[in-house]
């Protein structure tokens, strides 16, 4: 397959806001059913391992026309929720049968409240997770979290889940993890040849397609972008972060690019990379989870750091494995964890001597031009200061 | 969150005459004599803590001998003495967001004004954070950006969410290992000081008889007239409870003279205390959710009294402990106590417990209405507000309405908005019970 024919169908898959990849699994056999989740983790492979499809729901994106969503917030609320919520009451979401609400913010928690008042016949969960790093401790409290969503899709099936759909769920999302490091690597490598706006659209593809087809897809993508005839550009290298919840619009990620930026890192849909390693496939699976979660997972904002000195090591590594020249700042509008977490992880950049730019968005930002000029100049300045 | 403890009370108008036992002076004594133990630590060779209001462990950081600062009451005293705004600004320039809360930057900027707090004398920077993580994501960056400012040492205690409506014994569990196998040895450590459960013990005691004593106060209102204000006169009386006096004998003291007070109120059917003096006739019972704006506390409190509006109960009363229901602290079981007490603060019940609890109050306290007062900064109160509107009408059939305004920026509070909102809702009020009459 070409790399337009596969980043043609994920960018069809992006804009379908009415999901019919999903209604189109449910259809293909009986009793299938579907399980939505929000930013920024949740362990996919218990849902899977219950034989349904795990959706991630991103909000709106700048094409949705939110009229009912905007009576649910003030003006002074991120975007993400609102949309979210007309995506729910004009019934685009009728094909999930549940939803899942993970511990990121207090706008995403409350949600979780709403959903429950709003869509009653829905499967409804907060998702919490530890903050607390000890397997005694904060492990034993996220396994017994585990197995609650293990016996309630147990339930919603009408069948429990085994350990060993567990292990073997564990193993496909590990060949999908292993296919992502390869994209993000391969992108780091040679970012003429894999732009974000394509990366980004084939990573989003896994929101909706079963895991196993999302796999073979970023390999076909790999593949194909490998062999593409690209010209290189003298762009500067940049890590964007601050894109964990509440998605720009394609259009913004285009510019970045387009203004002299290759984006070799980012934090756009963690899921997929949440678990730096792979997971091992014997073993107790929802322990083997926890231990995952606790002692190799990525972080941002909604995730404590134990320890002083473990802010910013994160964004460092990403900065130095990827070999970014810089750091751009991008954090939806009234997003208190991105804002909050920014100027910590900018203090860091400073006393390591690392370029950074800021500056905020929605995921209904219409207008480019001024983020198009300000990543532009940013681009120009890392490379004077390179040159100098 | 918006914490409760303003200094003085609405009587503080009174002559200096004042006897001793009036509660109003107590609370003021208490709640200076807060600010003058943190000035006076570092020369005692005192330890500092630092903990948030909901889900503070007062009566544990106190078997530590800790001085204890509490960030959320510096910030609403500095927006209470005009500071706020200035400090706000200052955190912005040096890179805070202007969408993000404005505790958050209010203490902040007061930090970076060197040592002094909100009453002029010196503050002294933590030895120790407490992150108590309940109820608001905002507490764990908080601490964060103290911690990586100042290098505190920070300990972190995850209170779980009641995303389902209820305490599981799960949630328990991981709350009481991580006092016993973090929390208080990093407190010993820090302070030298052996924990002793025994003592924490004795304070619980006193925690329980001050608790029931604020119960019945607050509940108090359900008479008619109410004696008390539950939101403008209540975050007087929780001050102490909120904050560095749960588990002391001077609170227990100061509840025992504060219910001796109102209940005489409700023997002479008086109505509450307004900084004006005795509200005359009770127009409107009130139940308010969202926690005050501070920068204009009294001018917005004129708005309701002016109008012969009292706020019955408020869920802002309730941020630093939920007692109406039961819960008490209970020396028996310190531990899961104290877990129960954190996981049980009011913006760490999910929306449908919280919608519960506001209806209950309209019943219960015969309240026209719900007012809700939005706050710019506060995801954790604000996000879900409107649904929460909408639910409360249906099913109490009572109108709401619903005000925006902030904690300690001025630039978010606008009088003349907000006056006529208010007075518009008042008029709706009026015209439901007319439509009712006839
Ligand atoms: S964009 Fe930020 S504030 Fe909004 S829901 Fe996501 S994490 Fe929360
Ligand atoms: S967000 Fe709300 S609860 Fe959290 S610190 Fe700010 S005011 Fe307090």
Redo the contacts with the bound molecule.
């Keep these: 397959m070409s790399v337009k024919a596969i980043v043609d169908r994920c960018e069809a898959l992006f804009e379908d806001l009415n999901f019919q990849a999903v209604k189109d699994w449910k259809a293909a056999a009986p009793g299938r059913k579907a399980i939505g989740y929000?930013?920024?983790y949740v362990p996919r492979e218990i849902i899977h391992a219950a034989g349904m499809l795990p959706v991630g729901i991103l909000g709106g994106g700048d094409q949705l026309e939110v009229i009912q969503g905007d009576a649910y917030y003030q003006s002074y609320?991120?975007?993400?929720?609102r949309s979210t919520i007309e995506l729910g009451l004009t019934g685009r979401l009728d094909c999930l049968d549940g939803m899942l609400f993970p511990s990121?913010?207090?706008?995403?928690r409350n949600?979780s409240g709403m959903w429950q008042i709003l869509f009653k016949d829905k499967y409804v969960r907060y998702f919490d997770v530890p903050q607390e790093y000890r397997d005694a401790v904060g492990g034993a409290y996220y396994v017994h979290e585990l197995e609650i969503l293990r016996d309630d899709l147990g339930r919603l099936r009408g069948r429990p889940v085994t350990d060993d759909e567990l292990r073997a769920a564990i193993g496909v999302y590990n060949e999908n993890r292993r296919a992502i490091r390869d994209l993000y690597a391969f992108r780091a490598r040679t970012p003429w040849l894999a732009p974000t706006a394509e990366v980004y659209l084939v990573l989003r593809a896994g929101m909706v397609l079963p895991v196993d087809e999302h796999t073979r897809l970023v390999r076909d993508y790999i593949a194909a972008a490998s062999a593409a005839d690209r010209p290189r550009r003298d762009n500067a290298r940049v890590v964007v972060t601050g894109v964990?919840?509440?998605q720009p619009p394609l259009g913004l990620i285009k510019s970045i690019e387009m203004a002299g930026c290759y984006i070799v890192d980012d934090d756009f849909m963690l899921v997929t990379r949440w678990l730096l390693e792979d997971v091992p496939e014997t073993g107790n699976p929802l322990e083997e989870l926890s231990r995952a979660f606790l002692h190799h997972s990525a972080s941002t904002?909604?995730k404590y750091d134990a320890r002083r000195e473990d802010k910013g090591k994160f964004l460092l590594e990403q900065v130095r494995t990827r070999g970014a020249e810089g750091v751009v700042f991008a954090?939806?509008s009234?997003?208190?964890?991105?804002l909050l977490e920014r100027p910590m992880l900018q203090d860091v950049l400073a006393k390591h001597g690392i370029p950074y730019t800021a500056f905020k968005y929605a995921e209904n930002t219409g207008q480019m031009a001024p983020i198009r000029e300000q990543a532009g100049t940013f681009a120009d300045s890392i490379k004077l200061w390179s040159a100098a | 969150m918006s914490t409760p403890t303003p200094i003085a009370g609405p009587e503080s108008r009174r002559k200096p005459e004042v006897q001793k036992e009036d509660a109003m002076w107590l609370q003021k004594e208490l709640i200076n004599k807060n600010y003058m133990e943190l000035a006076r630590a570092r020369g005692e060779g005192r330890k500092v803590s630092a903990t948030f209001v909901p889900g503070n462990l007062n009566e544990l950081l106190m078997c530590f001998d800790f001085a204890r600062s509490l960030p959320e009451t510096n910030a609403l005293q500095n927006g209470m003495r005009k500071k706020s705004g200035k400090f706000i600004m200052d955190a912005e320039r040096d890179g805070q967001s202007e969408d993000v809360c404005t505790y958050v930057k209010a203490d902040l900027g007061m930090m970076m004004g060197g040592e002094i707090g909100p009453t002029g004398d010196p503050l002294p920077t933590p030895d120790v954070l407490l992150l108590s993580y309940t109820g608001c994501?905002t507490f764990m960056k908080w601490f964060e950006l103290i911690r990586h400012k100042y290098g505190c040492e920070t300990v972190m205690l995850h209170v779980p969410y009641q995303g389902d409506g209820k305490i599981a014994p799960n949630m328990r569990d991981y709350v009481v290992k991580q006092l016993q196998e973090n929390v208080i040895p990093t407190l010993e450590r820090v302070s030298g000081v052996k924990f002793d459960i025994d003592r924490l013990r004795e304070y619980m005691k006193e925690s329980q008889k001050a608790e029931e004593d604020l119960v019945a106060v607050l509940q108090s209102a359900k008479n008619r007239p109410s004696p008390i204000d539950g939101y403008f006169g209540a975050v007087y009386y929780i001050g102490p409870i909120f904050t560095a006096f749960r588990g002391t004998p001077e609170a227990t003291q100061y509840y025992r003279v504060l219910r001796g007070e109102i209940e005489q109120r409700v023997r002479e059917g008086k109505g509450p205390v307004t900084p004006e003096g005795e509200l005359a006739e009770e127009k409107y019972r009130l139940v308010v959710e969202g926690p005050p704006n501070w920068t204009s506390f009294r001018d917005f409190w004129k708005m309701f009294y002016d109008e012969g509006a009292v706020v019955v109960t408020s869920t802002y009363a309730k941020v630093g402990g939920v007692y109406d229901f039961g819960f008490r602290h209970d020396p028996d079981r310190p531990l899961e106590s104290l877990a129960e007490y954190c996981l049980g603060c009011y913006t760490n019940l999910n929306l449908p417990s919280r919608i519960d609890m506001i209806c209950k109050y309209i019943e219960e306290y015969q309240a026209d209405g719900l007012l809700i007062n939005s706050i710019k900064s506060c995801?954790s109160f604000s996000a879900g507000q409107l649904l929460i509107l909408r639910e409360v009408e249906k099913r109490t059939g009572k109108p709401a309405a619903f005000i925006e305004t902030d904690l300690v920026d001025p630039r978010y509070f606008s009088a003349a908005n907000v006056k006529n909102r208010l007075e518009s809702y008042f008029q709706m009020i009026k015209q439901k019970r007319t439509a009712a009459a006839h």
């Design positions: 929000m930013p920024v609320i991120c975007r993400i929720p990121i913010c207090d706008v995403i949600l964990f919840c509440e904002s909604a954090a939806p009234f997003c208190d964890p991105a | 994501f995801n």
